[in-house]
């Protein structure tokens, strides 16, 4: 089988490569080449597609179509557009599939930027003109899958971003305002985008919130299906292990209930792991293997364990002259002579000795964050004229005035920051739902490798699909004040809402009690306001302070901030 499956790649691989000639310089999509990819991916999406069968298919940048044959196969739509642009070296393919006798396929050789733009779709007459509906029902006579893959890096100067979150950032701004392919109920929209680009779509960490990754929250369900080791480093920092194993065994408990596999050999080693732990508690053999709280995995770990296992086994020496697997400690003056392998596995361990002591001391500081947020969770849930709420809350304020001291205190700065950083992950993750979106994940996405692209690279599938009913629509006109927002905040070198200032003056003091979710500890936000990082911010909080700068009478025109 998995010959085959080889076979079918390398075949598809090929005709990707023959079909770019040298004559066309315009900068190449990544292609899908891989049948069983297709077929594993479809695996798990079949069955929400079953209610699209004989709707109409928008497919942008089909490239090899392979992916597209694939879908179209499933869903047999009414009408499948293939939208490519007029100097693609796949045209010639692309022509073949609308030929077929019988077919419902129709090729468009639009330019890419049109290729997206509902209404071109309108125009041409291959839409119906859209009208305004309440309808919150999604909307499923369309479903949109796209490629936004390149395989020459976009340009982003001048602050443009990648094409997947410029696509998405007008895909979100349609949805809140109900026009083009929304204005009947939200339209769906498989995505393949590069595996870096995830990192702003959908973090895995607080740090890596930004303005789409809230825009998306507010107005979407995005499904990792697909996925690589490069969409789980990408840029962003990683989580303390066990909020990232504390999400995973909740994602594997949904996997489980809800019948949901990961094909052999598309397992990630966090899914792996889980997998693993919980077999061994099943069997009563859990033991101690519980991580350490803020120890995470890195790329040298392995190398190290390998290092050390080849030492024991009497591999390689301490130094020259010393046989290999002697123990003795090295004589004075042969650290010189130390061999290349001992001297990098001393080099890695003395890394790890470093960052354990770091981690240990930013843990201490940890657990007394948590007995803090313990009182706070305390206070809240007791009424306000209880006379043991102020007391709860007076013990509160001492114990995170003497943390505040030890942080001071503190001389290395790694410490704070790791502090600092691990406290909002943990925060964010225990509340309910969780903050994060990859922390709602349905399923674990399943590992792509990068030869089932071509030209190699890590691509990711996501599903996006507009939650209905919308809970944070904006009314026509009311979008640009929503982006400058978050722009505003997301853009700003200050971490906290403090920000507000650089809109206008007085606008901290103006917009922050009209959003009472800012000072709720149990919507998620700090009974101190400057406590709650701008990473934070719930979809709930996002929408008050639009609403709330919409309305406030001294804002300044946009066209002046």
């Given at each position: 089988?998995?010959?085959?499956?080889?076979?079918?790649?390398?075949?598809?691989?090929?005709?990707?490569?023959?079909?770019?000639?040298?004559?066309?310089?315009?900068?190449?999509?990544v292609?899908?080449?891989?049948?069983?990819?297709?077929?594993d991916?479809?695996?798990?999406?079949?069955?929400?597609?079953?209610?699209?069968?004989?709707?109409?298919?928008?497919?942008?940048?089909?490239?090899?179509?392979?992916?597209?044959?694939?879908?179209?196969?499933?869903?047999?739509?009414?009408?499948?557009?293939?939208?490519?642009p007029?100097?693609?070296?796949?045209?010639?393919?692309?022509?073949?599939?609308?030929?077929?006798?019988?077919?419902?396929?129709?090729?468009?050789?639009?330019?890419?930027?049109?290729?997206?733009?509902p209404?071109?779709?309108?125009?041409?007459?291959?839409?119906?003109?859209?009208?305004?509906?309440?309808?919150?029902?999604?909307?499923?006579?369309?479903?949109?899958?796209?490629?936004?893959?390149?395989?020459?890096?976009?340009?982003?100067?001048?602050?443009?971003?990648?094409?997947?979150?410029?696509?998405l950032?007008?895909?979100?701004?349609?949805?809140?305002?109900?026009?083009?392919?929304?204005?009947?109920?939200?339209?769906?929209?498989?995505?393949?985008?590069?595996?870096?680009?995830?990192?702003?779509?959908?973090?895995?960490?607080?740090?890596?919130r930004?303005?789409?990754?809230?825009?998306?929250?507010?107005?979407?369900?995005v499904?990792?299906?697909?996925?690589?080791?490069?969409?789980?480093?990408?840029?962003?920092?990683?989580?303390?292990?066990?909020?990232?194993?504390?999400?995973?065994?909740?994602?594997?408990?949904?996997?489980?209930?809800?019948?949901?596999?990961?094909?052999?050999?598309?397992?990630?080693?966090?899914?792996?792991?889980?997998?693993?732990?919980?077999?061994?508690?099943?069997?009563?053999?859990?033991?101690?293997?519980?991580?350490?709280?803020?120890?995470?995995?890195?790329?040298?770990?392995?190398?190290?364990?390998?290092?050390?296992?080849?030492?024991?086994?009497?591999?390689?020496?301490?130094?020259?002259?010393?046989?290999?697997?002697?123990?003795?400690?090295?004589?004075?003056?042969?650290?010189?002579?130390?061999?290349?392998?001992?001297?990098?596995?001393?080099?890695?361990?003395?890394?790890?000795?470093?960052?354990?002591?770091r981690?240990?001391?930013?843990?201490?500081?940890?657990?007394?964050?948590?007995?803090?947020?313990?009182?706070?969770?305390?206070?809240?849930?007791?009424?306000?004229?209880?006379?043991?709420?102020?007391?709860v809350?007076?013990?509160?304020?001492?114990?995170?005035?003497?943390?505040?001291?030890?942080?001071?205190?503190?001389?290395?700065?790694?410490?704070?920051?790791?502090?600092?950083?691990?406290?909002?992950d943990?925060?964010?993750?225990?509340?309910?739902?969780?903050?994060?979106?990859?922390?709602?994940?349905?399923a674990?996405?399943?590992?792509?490798?990068?030869?089932?692209?071509?030209?190699?690279?890590?691509?990711?599938?996501?599903?996006?699909?507009?939650?209905?009913?919308?809970?944070?629509?904006l009314?026509?006109?009311?979008?640009?004040?929503?982006?400058?927002?978050?722009?505003?905040?997301?853009?700003?070198?200050?971490?906290?809402?403090?920000?507000?200032?650089?809109?206008?003056?007085?606008?901290?003091?103006?917009?922050?009690?009209?959003?009472?979710?800012?000072?709720?500890?149990?919507?998620?936000?700090?009974?101190?306001?400057?406590?709650?990082?701008?990473?934070?911010?719930?979809?709930?909080?996002?929408?008050?302070?639009?609403?709330?700068?919409?309305?406030?009478?001294?804002k300044?025109?946009?066209?002046?901030?």
């Open positions: 089988m998995a010959q085959l499956s080889q076979a079918a790649s390398n075949s598809f691989r090929q005709t990707a490569r023959t079909l770019r000639h040298k004559k066309f310089k315009l900068r190449s999509k292609d899908i080449v891989s049948p069983l990819l297709c077929d991916a479809l695996k798990r999406l079949t069955p929400s597609l079953q209610a699209y069968k004989g709707c109409t298919v928008i497919d942008i940048n089909p490239g090899l179509g392979l992916w597209s044959s694939k879908i179209h196969e499933i869903i047999q739509p009414r009408k499948h557009y293939l939208a490519e007029p100097r693609s070296p796949f045209l010639p393919h692309l022509a073949s599939f609308a030929s077929q006798e019988n077919a419902r396929y129709q090729l468009l050789t639009w330019e890419d930027k049109y290729c997206w733009r209404d071109r779709y309108v125009a041409e007459g291959l839409l119906p003109p859209f009208e305004a509906s309440k309808s919150q029902e999604p909307n499923k006579s369309i479903l949109v899958i796209a490629n936004s893959a390149v395989s020459q890096p976009q340009s982003r100067s001048r602050g443009t971003g990648s094409k997947s979150h410029l696509a950032l007008d895909w979100v701004h349609d949805i809140r305002r109900r026009i083009g392919f929304h204005a009947g109920g939200g339209v769906r929209m498989l995505l393949w985008c590069p595996a870096k680009d995830t990192t702003a779509i959908i973090p895995r960490t607080i740090v890596s930004s303005k789409i990754s809230l825009s998306l929250e507010m107005t979407c369900h499904e990792p299906i697909v996925g690589s080791d490069e969409s789980a480093r990408g840029k962003q920092k990683r989580r303390d292990q066990s909020v990232e194993l504390t999400s995973a065994k909740r994602v594997l408990k949904r996997m489980r209930d809800s019948g949901i596999t990961l094909p052999a050999g598309r397992e990630s080693e966090l899914y792996k792991q889980v997998q693993e732990e919980s077999k061994r508690a099943d069997e009563g053999n859990a033991g101690n293997q519980a991580p350490s709280a803020t120890v995470r995995a890195r790329g040298w770990h392995k190398e190290l364990q390998e290092l050390q296992d080849r030492f024991a086994a009497g591999e390689f020496a301490k130094a020259d002259g010393m046989r290999p697997g002697d123990q003795s400690k090295l004589p004075r003056g042969a650290e010189r002579a130390r061999t290349s392998q001992y001297a990098r596995m001393v080099e890695l361990e003395n890394n790890l000795k470093h960052i354990q002591k981690t240990n001391a930013a843990e201490q500081l940890l657990q007394e964050q948590a007995g803090i947020d313990a009182l706070d969770t305390r206070a809240n849930s007791l009424p306000p004229n209880d006379p043991q709420k102020q007391a809350l007076q013990e509160m304020q001492e114990r995170k005035k003497k943390l505040q001291e030890r942080l001071e205190m503190t001389r290395n700065p790694h410490v704070r920051e790791e502090f600092v950083y691990f406290k909002h943990r925060k964010a993750s225990s509340q309910v739902p969780p903050l994060l979106m990859w922390d709602q994940r349905r674990e996405p399943m590992k792509a490798y990068d030869e089932e692209f071509f030209p190699e690279q890590s691509l990711s599938l996501l599903d996006i699909e507009p939650k209905q009913p919308l809970l944070f629509p009314a026509e006109g009311d979008g640009n004040f929503s982006t400058t927002l978050l722009s505003t905040l997301f853009q700003n070198g200050k971490n906290n809402l403090t920000a507000l200032e650089t809109l206008a003056p007085g606008a901290f003091d103006a917009l922050i009690p009209k959003v009472p979710a800012l000072t709720d500890p149990g919507r998620g936000g700090e009974r101190d306001v400057r406590d709650l990082p701008i990473s934070r911010l719930t979809p709930e909080m996002a929408h008050g302070l639009t609403k709330a700068w919409i309305e406030w009478p001294f300044p025109d946009l066209i002046d901030i």
